[in-house]
């Protein structure tokens, strides 16, 4: 079982960054490949960013691509989103996700990929 916690959300103006974190407990973040979810009002959760598990590949949603990043601190058995220039529809619940998958099988967008997900933490980008 691995347990996540997210944490960094906040109320923030549009043009303006956040970073949240994600940190694991009972196991290894450097076992897993790592993403971002988020979940808008009304809407279905939607991919925002992920890393591989060997750390080599990253993936972005597209209209986030430029403006966030994802990394790894394996030593704190932590990851992070780091999100600059927020827009008011990045307002979301924010998820991180892991699932114990091996690069060549990996598929980062679908949800059912993960096998553990943290509670979320609320993002609100005011315009």
């Given at each position: 079982?691995m347990?996540?916690?997210?944490?960094?959300?906040?109320?923030?103006?549009a043009?303006g960054?956040?970073r949240?974190s994600?940190?694991?407990s009972?196991r290894?973040?450097s076992?897993?490949?790592?993403?971002?979810?988020?979940?808008a009002?009304?809407?279905e959760?939607?991919?925002?960013a992920?890393?591989?598990?060997s750390?080599?590949?990253?993936y972005?949603?597209?209209?986030?691509k430029?403006r966030?990043?994802i990394?790894?601190?394996?030593?704190?058995n932590?990851?992070y989103?780091q999100?600059?220039?927020?827009?008011p529809?990045d307002?979301?619940?924010?998820?991180c996700?892991?699932?114990?998958?091996?690069?060549?099988?990996?598929?980062?967008?679908?949800?059912?990929?993960y096998?553990?997900?943290?509670?979320?933490t609320?993002?609100?980008?005011?315009s």
């Amino acid at each position: 079982q691995m347990v996540l916690n997210e944490s960094g959300g906040q109320l923030v103006q549009a043009g303006g960054s956040l970073r949240l974190s994600c940190l694991a407990s009972e196991r290894s973040v450097s076992e897993y490949a790592m993403a971002w979810f988020r979940q808008a009002p009304g809407k279905e959760r939607e991919f925002v960013a992920a890393v591989s598990w060997s750390g080599s590949s990253t993936y972005y949603l597209d209209s986030v691509k430029g403006r966030f990043a994802i990394s790894r601190d394996n030593a704190k058995n932590a990851f992070y989103l780091q999100m600059n220039s927020l827009r008011p529809d990045d307002t979301a619940v924010y998820y991180c996700a892991a699932a114990g998958v091996i690069d060549h099988l990996y598929d980062p967008y679908a949800t059912d990929e993960y096998d553990f997900w943290g509670p979320g933490t609320q993002v609100t980008v005011s315009s």
